[in-house]
């Protein structure tokens, strides 16, 4: 009996992991919603899916959120990775690379931590 709850069990956390993967990667952000609300929803569904043992990388959470704007921030993601290769990010962006970046996305009217040289890369 055991053995049966427990492979039904299973069977519905992989269906979990597949369904909160597949919102990850196909999240888009709405023309109606703010962009504090969507990075939130980005950040939710991620912080899901390392509850049930997926741990998703600052670079791809990065990736996901820059993919997931709509065409009208096409300009700003290309600065945003045009600073970010220009401050020599090679390998693996780190939690403050994230933090740099939603704050661009937040207030991108602002200098960013990059340019007043408050940030740091640890690559």
Same mark, same amino acid.
């Given at each position: *009996?055991?053995?049966?709850?427990?492979?039904?069990?299973?069977?519905?956390?992989?269906?979990?992991?597949?369904?909160?993967?597949?919102?990850?990667?196909?999240?888009?952000?709405?023309?109606?919603?703010? *962009?504090?609300?969507?990075?939130?929803?980005?950040?939710?569904?991620?912080?899901?899916?390392?509850?049930?043992?997926?741990?998703?990388?600052?670079?791809?959470?990065?990736?996901?959120?820059?993919?997931?704007?709509?065409?009208?921030?096409?300009? *700003?993601?290309?600065?945003?990775?045009?600073?970010?290769?220009?401050?020599?990010?090679?390998?693996?962006?780190?939690?403050?690379?994230?933090?740099?970046?939603?704050?661009?996305?937040?207030?991108?009217?602002?200098?960013?931590?990059?340019?007043?040289?408050?940030?740091?890369?640890?690559?």
């Amino acid at each position: *009996m055991w053995l049966i709850l427990q492979s039904i069990h299973e069977g519905t956390r992989w269906a979990n992991r597949l369904a909160l993967e597949r919102r990850l990667i196909l999240l888009k952000m709405g023309t109606d919603k703010s *962009m504090q609300e969507h990075i939130n929803k980005v950040n939710k569904t991620v912080d899901k899916l390392t509850s049930v043992g997926v741990p998703i990388k600052e670079t791809f959470r990065i990736i996901i959120l820059l993919a997931s704007l709509p065409d009208l921030y096409k300009h *700003m993601i290309t600065s945003i990775e045009s600073r970010l290769d220009e401050d020599g990010l090679k390998k693996e962006a780190t939690p403050e690379v994230l933090a740099y970046v939603t704050k661009r996305l937040l207030k991108p009217d602002e200098l960013s931590w990059m340019e007043s040289g408050e940030m740091m890369l640890h690559c």
